[in-house]
């Protein structure tokens, strides 16, 4: 049953900022400054498949966004992958100054010589006010309580977290609504360790069509720091791909968490919550099954109807023409791909790529980083084409995929900032934004780091420096942000929806998110850029309870509202 | 030894048993293909072909057909199978050159290799085919077909950055073909425009038309 509770609504002050349509958005590299300049390392592999493997998991290079001490600020963690080597905490001291206080707080570990970190998710497990972190790992992830002092405990020997798989994408939610954040990991290989490596049929058993994967796992958090193992009960268990992404939203307005999953190799899946501890696999009606390389998963209302839609980066290149999918939600719970028309196909080889209102013209923007190994001159794509055409040949061993050596593929590509023009149409500007890098991108957390009223985003690179940008657009609109507080529903607030109208009668609206995009997880704090308007005229949250709120904010300014106690009216 | 299935009801049973009657008979082969790919039949055709070819390996234009079937199926395939489909009809394409080259088969092979990108190194292979085409078709009596070689050979200079060829070779088409949209086309298109009109024309993923039947309604 919903409940409404109505709380005074007052009209909102106007910000200072005035929107001159169109003006430029512009960034500024501000890495070195910032102190986070440290550089992501893959994981290196001995013996004579190293090379492959190394190829294959190329991942690992993520960032999370949090405020892990409630200062008020967005901290950012960032995994490191080869043995031996460090995930970094940065804390965030104002001013784009961050300091690594990773071995205080305890948090550096996970690359040990049987395990690879791959991504990492903040997420208040237990439901205490203080943000715990989770490290995914090609192994059995880490889960840190976070002690409320600067340190961590590691607490996942207890947290019942301890199958293996290789891991490589987490979203944190409350799929079961019970108050309490469950864990959805995205696994890429099947569940075998590919250090040991005792088989050498570890690959893709179809380059376009995969079933050999890891498919998910969901987690659901028990309480008491305890979490089970319930995939196939969920209903999740025939997803068999190579996941290398996973998102939630409630697609279908119903106040249920809804999942979709990218899949590399093969298609994609969308999943509907039945609000009842179980989904229901809707792939073929909702977007038809695929054969294209899924990478990411972001979910943002780009065109304002009120509908949430997918982002998905695929594999867009001079030899491999697949084009990203941009899934416009047509209301029914079936999607549109309008990636072609929009213009936002072509992020060559994708990796995560987020939504975002960069300018504050209550439009959703998209930043899509990309670009797979930039190394020598010479080019990987014409020795892999003769093997992949060679009669018979047995995808699945690793021996038969040969070594890429000092060999360039699908590197050095620029970076895309696809800018939302009028809610159908965007515009690629990265050139012009300051943030054409050619990196060999991997993930990005997006987050408003120095509480300016403007996105910026830190962007994890493999086997390179990350690169932070910091948003110095001049002219941007009117915003407000919010921090949620659950009470009833889960104290992160993940999944509530805020649905905002503007003076002017716009609709807009947000969900908190719990890691969406590809190895890299933003802000939970809601956005919203206003335009041109000053004023709100009615802000609503539904909480992941089902509970209706009113509230207030201010414009120009980040306001806390906490889910009322009260039983309100109905 | 190759044995059609009874054709009872299955008017695709019956063009196969028509075939493995007549191997080489190349209309009898695109009938089948054409009626394959309204039914999206396309595994059942490359099977067919498979058994075909392995039965009358000196059928060249079994060999053509076969090529042009995995052709038919590209655009139902994922981006990396489109490969190997591709590399799949080259192999069929070749066999049936070295068995009896002909115009159809230098042209189809040449402009097949139009498809892969320039990475691959296969550009310079198809403007070699249709070069050899071109000299055929030069000493046979003029058909309408043969503007398809003048297309697909400029297209192939251009590919390779030879815009002053691409343009030579398409004016001279012209003038064999002055009614050829295609090439009027190219002419008054400036470079980034023939650019984009070739990504256009050479996707993967746009079903390729294969249909041969201009050959026998083509004087």
């Known amino acids: 049953m919903v409940r409404h509770v109505t709380?005074?609504?007052?009209?909102?002050l106007a910000g200072t900022f005035v929107l001159a349509q169109g003006g430029a958005i512009t960034f500024e590299d501000v890495t070195a400054k910032a102190g986070v300049k440290r550089q992501h390392h893959t994981r290196v592999f001995k013996g004579k498949t190293g090379d492959v493997l190394a190829?294959?998991?190329?991942?690992?290079?993520?960032?999370?966004?949090?405020?892990?001490?409630?200062?008020?600020?967005?901290?950012?963690?960032?995994?490191?992958?080869?043995?031996?080597?460090?995930?970094?905490?940065?804390?965030?001291?104002?001013?784009?100054?961050?300091?690594?206080?990773?071995?205080?707080?305890?948090?550096?570990?996970?690359?040990?010589?049987?395990?690879?970190?791959?991504?990492?998710?903040?997420?208040?497990?237990?439901?205490?006010?203080?943000?715990?972190?989770?490290?995914?790992?090609?192994?059995?992830?880490?889960?840190?309580?976070?002690?409320?002092?600067?340190?961590?405990?590691?607490?996942?020997?207890?947290?019942?977290?301890?199958?293996?798989?290789?891991?490589?994408?987490?979203?944190?939610?409350?799929?079961?609504?019970?108050?309490?954040?469950?864990?959805?990991?995205?696994?890429?290989?099947?569940?075998?360790?590919?250090i040991l490596l005792k088989s050498p049929n570890v690959l893709p058993n179809d380059l376009d069509k995969a079933v050999n994967g890891g498919g998910v796992t969901l987690w659901r958090n028990l309480g008491g720091g305890r979490f089970e193992d319930t995939t196939k009960k969920a209903g999740l268990a025939n997803a068999m791909g190579w996941t290398l992404d996973v998102g939630h939203g409630d697609f279908d307005n119903d106040g249920l968490p809804d999942v979709y999953l990218a899949g590399d190799y093969g298609t994609d899946r969308v999943y509907f919550n039945?609000?009842?501890?179980?989904?229901?696999?809707?792939?073929?009606?909702?977007?038809?099954?695929?054969?294209?390389?899924?990478?990411?998963?972001?979910?943002?209302?780009?065109?304002?109807?009120?509908?949430?839609?997918?982002?998905?980066?695929?594999?867009?290149?001079?030899?491999?023409?697949?084009?990203?999918?941009?899934?416009?939600?047509?209301?029914?719970?079936?999607?549109?791909?309008?990636?072609?028309?929009?213009?936002?196909?072509?992020?060559?080889?994708?990796?995560?790529?987020?939504?975002?209102?960069?300018?504050?013209?209550?439009?959703?923007?998209?930043?899509?980083?990309?670009?797979?190994?930039?190394?020598?001159?010479?080019?990987?794509?014409p020795?892999?084409?003769?093997?992949?055409?060679?009669?018979?040949?047995?995808?699945?061993?690793?021996?038969?995929?040969?070594?890429?050596?000092?060999?360039?593929?699908?590197?050095?590509?620029?970076?895309?900032?696809?800018?939302?023009?009028?809610?159908?149409?965007?515009?690629?500007?990265?050139?012009?934004?300051?943030?054409?890098?050619?990196?060999?991108?991997?993930?990005?957390?997006?987050?408003?780091?120095?509480?300016?009223?403007?996105?910026?985003?830190?962007?994890?690179n493999a086997n390179q420096e990350p690169i932070f940008y910091r948003n110095v657009t001049a002219t941007v609109g009117n915003w407000?942000?919010?921090?949620?507080?659950?009470?009833?529903?889960?104290?992160?607030?993940?999944?509530?929806?805020?649905?905002l109208k503007t003076g002017s009668g716009k609709t807009l609206i947000r969900e908190v998110e719990g890691g969406n995009g590809y190895a890299g997880q933003s802000t939970r704090r809601i956005h919203f850029g206003l335009g041109p308007d000053t004023t709100i005229e009615s802000l609503e949250i539904r909480w992941p309870g089902g509970l209706r709120q009113r509230a207030n904010a201010a414009v120009g300014k980040i306001t806390t509202i906490r889910e009322t106690e009260s039983k309100g009216s109905k | 030894m190759l044995h059609a299935q009874g054709a009872g009801g299955d008017p695709l049973a019956a063009m196969e048993q028509a075939l493995v009657a007549k191997p080489d008979d190349l209309r009898a082969g695109n009938d089948y293909r054409v009626a394959i790919m309204k039914a999206g039949q396309y595994d059942r055709g490359l099977d067919f072909f498979e058994k075909l070819v392995a039965a009358h390996p000196a059928a060249a234009n079994a060999h053509l057909n076969y090529g042009f079937q995995y052709?038919?199926?590209?655009?139902?395939?994922?981006?990396?199978?489109?490969?190997?489909?591709?590399?799949?009809?080259?192999?069929?394409?070749?066999?049936?050159?070295?068995?009896?080259?002909?115009?159809?088969?230098?042209?189809?092979?040449?402009?097949?290799?139009?498809?892969?990108?320039?990475?691959?190194?296969?550009?310079?292979?198809?403007?070699?085919?249709?070069?050899?085409?071109?000299?055929?078709?030069?000493?046979?009596?003029?058909?309408?077909?043969?503007?398809?070689?003048?297309?697909?050979?400029?297209?192939?200079?251009?590919?390779?950055?030879?815009?002053?060829?691409?343009?030579?070779?398409?004016?001279?088409?012209?003038?064999?073909?002055?009614?050829?949209a295609a090439l009027k086309q190219r002419l008054a298109l400036q470079p980034d425009g023939i650019q984009a009109l070739l990504d256009t024309v050479y996707d993967p993923n746009k079903r390729v038309d294969t249909s041969l039947q201009d050959l026998w309604s083509d004087t």
């Open chain 1, 274 to 381: 039945n609000g009842d501890g179980t989904f229901t696999d809707t792939t073929e009606t909702s977007i038809g099954f695929d054969t294209r390389k899924g990478m990411n998963v972001d979910v943002g209302d780009y065109n304002n109807d009120g509908w949430l839609d997918v982002y998905v980066t695929n594999i867009t290149d001079e030899y491999m023409k697949e084009c990203n999918m941009l899934w416009h939600n047509n209301g029914d719970r079936t999607f549109t791909d309008v990636s072609r028309e929009s213009a936002t196909c072509d992020s060559l080889w994708g990796w995560a790529a987020k939504f975002g209102d960069f300018d504050n013209d209550q439009l959703l923007d998209i930043f899509a980083v990309n670009g797979l190994r930039s190394a020598g001159p010479e080019n990987y794509i």
């Open chain 1, 383 to 460: 020795v892999l084409v003769n093997m992949i055409t060679s009669p018979g040949i047995d995808f699945t061993d690793v021996n038969n995929w040969p070594a890429i050596g000092n060999m360039t593929w699908s590197g050095y590509q620029k970076k895309k900032f696809f800018r939302n023009l009028d809610g159908h149409a965007f515009k690629e500007i990265s050139a012009a934004a300051g943030v054409d890098n050619d990196k060999d991108g991997r993930g990005l957390a997006v987050a408003d780091f120095d509480q300016d009223g403007r996105l910026e985003f830190f962007q994890a």
């Open chain 1, 480 to 499: 407000v942000q919010l921090d949620l507080v659950g009470t009833v529903s889960n104290r992160d607030a993940i999944g509530a929806r805020v649905t």
């Open chain 2, 71 to 180: 052709v038919d199926k590209i655009p139902a395939a994922g981006s990396i199978t489109q490969v190997i489909l591709a590399n799949n009809a080259l192999t069929q394409f070749t066999r049936s050159l070295e068995i009896r080259p002909s115009w159809i088969a230098y042209y189809t092979r040449g402009n097949s290799y139009l498809y892969w990108p320039r990475i691959f190194g296969r550009t310079t292979l198809g403007i070699a085919d249709l070069e050899a085409a071109l000299k055929i078709q030069k000493a046979e009596p003029k058909r309408g077909l043969h503007v398809r070689v003048w297309v697909a050979l400029g297209d192939g200079y251009f590919k390779m950055d030879d815009l002053a060829k691409a343009r030579a070779v398409w004016t001279e088409g012209l003038a064999q073909f002055p009614d050829s």
């Open chain 1, 55 to 194: 190829m294959f998991t190329s991942g690992g290079s993520s960032a999370a966004a949090g405020d892990y001490d409630n200062d008020g600020d967005d901290d950012l963690f960032v995994t490191d992958s080869d043995e031996g080597k460090t995930n970094i905490l940065y804390r965030n001291d104002g001013g784009f100054r961050f300091t690594d206080v990773t071995a205080a707080a305890g948090v550096g570990g996970g690359n040990d010589p049987l395990s690879i970190v791959a991504d990492a998710l903040w997420f208040d497990y237990d439901n205490d006010g203080w943000r715990d972190l989770l490290v995914v790992r090609f192994g059995t992830p880490l889960l840190y309580q976070n002690q409320k002092d600067g340190t961590f405990k590691d607490v996942s020997a207890a947290s019942g977290m301890n199958s293996f798989a290789n891991s490589i994408a987490a979203i944190a939610f409350d799929y079961d609504r019970d108050g309490r954040l469950d864990v959805l990991l995205g696994n890429y290989f099947k569940p075998e360790n590919l």
């Open chain 1, 7 to 12: 709380l005074a609504l007052v009209p909102l």
